[in-house]
C-alpha cells in the first residue's frame, strides 16, 4: 500500500483566504525554506564559520557561540546535507530542521517599528548590518532574527510558536497596515 502524505503549513489557515496584495509593510511566509542547525566542533569554528558564509544559495546565521541557522530557499536540503557533510563530520556537526522551524519575512519602510514591538535589540542600521542575524526573543518566543536586506528581516521560529507569533506580528503592524501572504 503506498501512503501518501501531504505537506500542510502550519500557517496555511492564517493566510488561506486572507491574503493580499502586498502593501509597502507585508509579512510574508516561506512556504518551503529548507533551515539546518549547524555546530561547530572545538577549535574549528573559524573554519566552519569561513566555510559556511562562502557556501552559494544559503544564508549563514549565527544563532550563539559556534552555532548557526543555515537557510536556503533554492537547495533541496539532500544537496545542503551534501555539502554540509563535505565539510566533516569531524569538524562540524548539522541537523536538518526544515520541518521544525517556520521563516517569517517582514519587510517594508517602518520595519523596525514594528520589530521594535516584538524584539529588544538595536535594530538601527548602523547596528544591524546586512547579513547580520542574533538569537532575541522574538514575541516572548525564541527566534532568529536576520536582517536581509535595506529594510528586510528574517525571523525564524520553531513550529509550534508560529501561529503565535504571526499574529502577534500583524497586530503590530496593524498601524502600518501591514499585509500577509505567502512567498511567491
Known sequence: MTI???????????IVGF???PNPHHLAVLRRPVVFSVLAHAGHEAD???ALFEMADISARSSGPAEWLVVSEGIAPESLSRDLAALGSHRASFLDQ????VVLRISG???RKILAKVAGLDLHP???DIGTAAATLCCHVPANLA???EDVFEITVMRSYAGTVFEEMIEMG????????FAD
Do not use: N
Request: glycine share 10%; charged share 30%.
Open 4 to 14: 501518501s502524505l501531504l505537506h500542510r503549513h502550519p500557517l496555511e489557515d492564517y
Open 19 to 21: 491574503s493580499a496584495e
Open 48 to 50: 566552519i564559520d569561513g
Open 98 to 101: 526544515s520541518e521544525g522551524r
Open 109 to 111: 519602510p517602518h520595519v
Open 126 to 128: 548602523d547596528s544591524f
Open 147 to 149: 536582517r536581509t536586506g
Open 174 to 181: 496593524r498601524e502600518f497596515a501591514l499585509t500577509t501572504g
